[in-house]
């Protein structure tokens, strides 16, 4: 039942990937450069919203989940920057690279250090060999040619903030012991909606964002599912923490992505896989069996 459902949380972060490519490339709005304020928002409000019914109008967070959950959106806040602003200067598959590589270390290291909590040597090895995946299933458009001051800041701002927003995750539900689940998720994704709309505003594009959401069906529909499937996968991935280790949850999840999201680009955009590709999609899938031996 476990690897069902570890199945489960990595096909929906894929398909919260797939949904966001598809909406993007979709948006008809007005002005197509507030398409990702407009995401950003529904993306916490639907989520904190859904949440909050699901829980039966249920909201009694304790200081300690409400912390975490404040500290949570800022993080949140901190990688939308760190993405959105490592996108413009340089190389894509170089800040996907340090996303990942931070969504797997550290909150392996937090975790040893917070909870003395320990991997076997082949888990190890299979963490080693996931990051070695990683590089060669992006292995196609990794360049850092023509590269733009504040790159390397900026995807070393990624690298931190994607393992911090999955390490207070962590944090909360092993201090928590599993308890308040929905109240973390209300707090950190009310916050961050809130976050990204006052971000907006203060850029002096709070009326384009609202004006944004008139938009085609199209858009729409792919916007509601992408946040439908965030909403499970954040739910999902909360219960799974008290589960398992985090190390090994979050080296299956985010290589499991990738190696998703690159038979998406194949079945559904008719990309073909580099012989580098292949050989990481096949180093990932062996790096699931490591981990979960």
């Not at 937090?110 to 076997?120: D, G, K, N, Q, W």
Request: hydrophobic residues 55%.
């Amino acid at each position: 039942m476990l690897y069902l459902e570890l199945a489960a949380l990595v096909t929906l972060y894929s398909l919260q990937a797939l949904f966001i490519k598809l909406y993007s490339a979709a948006y008809d709005g007005r002005n197509r450069d507030v398409a990702t304020g407009v995401f950003s928002v529904s993306y916490g409000l639907f989520i904190a919203i859904v949440t909050f019914l699901s829980a039966g109008l249920r909201f009694s967070p304790s200081l300690l989940t409400l912390l975490y959950g404040v500290l949570n959106a800022g993080v949140l806040l901190l990688y939308n920057h760190s993405i959105i602003n490592s996108g413009k200067r340089g190389s894509y598959a170089f800040l996907m690279i340090c996303s990942v590589f931070g969504g797997i270390l550290v909150p392996l290291a937090a975790a040893r250090i917070l909870f003395s909590e320990t991997l076997t040597a082949l888990q190890l090895a299979g963490v080693g060999l996931m990051l070695a995946a990683m590089l060669l299933m992006n292995s196609r458009n990794l360049s850092l040619k023509g590269s733009q001051k504040g790159y390397y800041l900026w995807c070393a701002l990624l690298f931190l903030s994607n393992g911090l927003y999955g390490a207070v995750m962590n944090v909360q539900s092993t201090v928590m012991d599993g308890r308040e689940r929905s109240e973390m998720l209300i707090i950190l994704f009310g916050l961050s909606a809130l976050f990204a709309f006052g971000t907006e505003a203060v850029n002096g594009r709070g009326r384009d964002v609202l004006r944004g959401y008139k938009m085609g069906m199209r858009p729409a529909l792919f916007l509601i599912c992408a946040c439908a499937s965030a909403f499970l996968a954040a739910n999902l991935l909360l219960y799974l923490l008290t589960l398992m280790p985090s190390g090994i949850l979050y080296t299956v999840d985010n290589g499991g992505v990738l190696l998703l999201s690159l038979l998406y680009s194949v079945t559904l955009f008719k990309e073909k896989l580099t012989p580098l590709q292949l050989l990481g999609m096949a180093m990932a899938l062996g790096s699931i069996v490591l981990v979960n031996a």
